[in-house]
C-alpha cells in the first residue's frame, strides 16, 4: 500500500491508533495454564481427597494477584500455595519440585501464533501507530515479543502490570489520545472495558480458551464496542470505521 493512501485511510478514520493485546489474542498462552493445571491435579491426586481442587486454585490466583501480579511464576506459587493448603503442608517435596519444573516448562514453550496475528497488525498500521499493550512477567513478555516475530511490526510496547482506564489513557495520551484510540484483545476485563471507559474504542476478539478471572460483562449496544470472530476480520471492521 502507497504511503498516500496510509495517509488517507488515517485522516478518513476515528481511529488513529490501535493497541493490541499479546496473550490469547496474537499468541497461545491459556492452554499451556490449562495443561499444567491438569497436572496439578494429577500430582496432587495421591494426597488429597479436596472436591474442586480447581477452586482453590483460583481462590490462591484471585489472592495472589496484587502480591505477585500476572503471569507464570505468580501461577506457580499459588500452585505451591494451594498444594500447601490442601493437604495440611504435608505434600512431599518431590511434588513442590515437580511444580516448578512444571513452570519452567510452561516458561520455555515456544511462541505460537494465532492465525492471521501477522496480517491484522498490518492491517492496523495503515490507520496510525500500532502499539502492543501486555500485562504479566516483564522479562518473560519480553522474550514473548522477541521470540514473536511481531516485535519490529509495532511502534510501541507497553508491559503493564494491570490494564484499567488509567493506563491505557496514559499511554494512548503520547498518540493523540484515548477518544482516536483502539485497543484489541481477547479479555473483555482487560482489553476492552477499561479502553471504553477511557473513551477509546474496544475491540472483543475471543479465544477458545478463557481464564475466569478475566470475564466480565460485554457492554452490548455501546457505540464504541465492536467484537470479531477472529482477527481475520479486523481489515473489514477498520474499513466499515470510516
Not at 455501546?222 to 482477527?231: A, I
Request: hydrophobic share 40%.
Amino acid at each position: 500500500m502507497s504511503d498516500m493512501n496510509r495517509h488517507s485511510k488515517a485522516r478518513s478514520s476515528p481511529v488513529k491508533c490501535i493497541g493490541f493485546d499479546a496473550d490469547d489474542t496474537l499468541w497461545h498462552n491459556e492452554r499451556f495454564f490449562k495443561l499444567t493445571q491438569e497436572r496439578f491435579a494429577d500430582l496432587l491426586a495421591p494426597h488429597t481427597d479436596t472436591p474442586d481442587l480447581d477452586a482453590v486454585l483460583m481462590a490462591a490466583e484471585r489472592r495472589n494477584l496484587g502480591h505477585y501480579g500476572f503471569g507464570i511464576k505468580g501461577f506457580v506459587l499459588s500452585m505451591i500455595e494451594t498444594a500447601l493448603e490442601v493437604t495440611d503442608n504435608r505434600v512431599p517435596g518431590h511434588v513442590i519440585a515437580d511444580l516448578i519444573a512444571t513452570g519452567q516448562d510452561m516458561l520455555q514453550h515456544p511462541i505460537d501464533l494465532l492465525p492471521y496475528a501477522a496480517e491484522a497488525v498490518q492491517a492496523a498500521k495503515s490507520y496510525g501507530p500500532v502499539l502492543l499493550i501486555t500485562k504479566g512477567d516483564l522479562l518473560h513478555q519480553e522474550q514473548k515479543v522477541a521470540q514473536s516475530g511481531l516485535g519490529d511490526m509495532f511502534d510501541g510496547v507497553e508491559i503493564v502490570s494491570d490494564k484499567h482506564p488509567q493506563v491505557y489513557t496514559r499511554i494512548f495520551d503520547r498518540f493523540g489520545g484515548a477518544q482516536t484510540g483502539m485497543m484489541i484483545g481477547n479479555s473483555m476485563k482487560s482489553d476492552v472495558r477499561p479502553m471504553i471507559d477511557a473513551g477509546g474504542y474496544g475491540v472483543f476478539v475471543p479465544h477458545d480458551l478463557a481464564w475466569a478471572l478475566e470475564a466480565a460483562e460485554a457492554p452490548v449496544g455501546h457505540p464504541r464496542f465492536g467484537e470479531l470472530p477472529d482477527l481475520g476480520a479486523l481489515p473489514d471492521f477498520l474499513s466499515a470505521l470510516r
